[in-house]
């Protein structure tokens, strides 16, 4: 209820998309009213069957929402708790570790960006654009490269595609 109303397009987007309908009323309630579920640890033999199928799969977060609404407030501790989680979940479906990030709702801050960066990725994907770069945080810039998205999000295709209907 709180990202409701802190945020007064998400009800819209919500009813634009049809959320509800598309991913079930549990889903769109995780990390609002219910508390988020590990999708992929819940169902691991489908994420290993996207990597399997060829599909590059990397971490895209623990809880979404926590992340999206709150990074800014999650501190040093909460950011590396969250990525700490999310890590160990891809380890423990893939017994590897992972070579990639993107974060959720394309929102990072300094911390974070240094925190990945002492991961050892081999990219990390939180921005959109067409130039891959690397990011300059506090005056140093980071080893990680910045491969920028190109591709709309779901809702924006659902949405594009609602005009032409």
């Not at 996207?50 to 926590?66: K, P, Q, S, T």
């Amino acid at each position: 209820m709180v990202r409701v109303l802190r945020n007064p397009g998400f009800l819209k987007k919500m009813r634009r998309t049809k959320a509800v309908r598309m991913y079930g009323l549990r889903t769109v309630l995780s990390g609002t009213l219910l508390p988020a579920r590990p999708i992929a640890l819940a169902l691991p033999n489908v994420v290993r069957g996207l990597g399997r199928a060829g599909f590059e799969v990397g971490v895209h977060g623990w809880d979404h929402v926590r992340w999206q609404d709150g990074i800014d407030k999650l501190g040093e501790a909460g950011i590396r708790a969250e990525l700490s989680d999310a890590f160990e979940a891809y380890r423990a479906i893939f017994r590897e570790r992972p070579r990639s990030f993107a974060a959720p709702g394309w929102r990072t801050n300094a911390i974070a960006l240094k925190l990945l960066d002492s991961m050892g990725l081999s990219y990390r994907s939180d921005t959109r654009g067409r130039t891959p770069f690397r990011c300059r945080v506090e005056g140093e810039i980071l080893g990680t490269p910045e491969i920028p998205t190109t591709l709309p999000t779901l809702d924006e295709v659902m949405a594009e595609a609602k005009q032409y209907s």
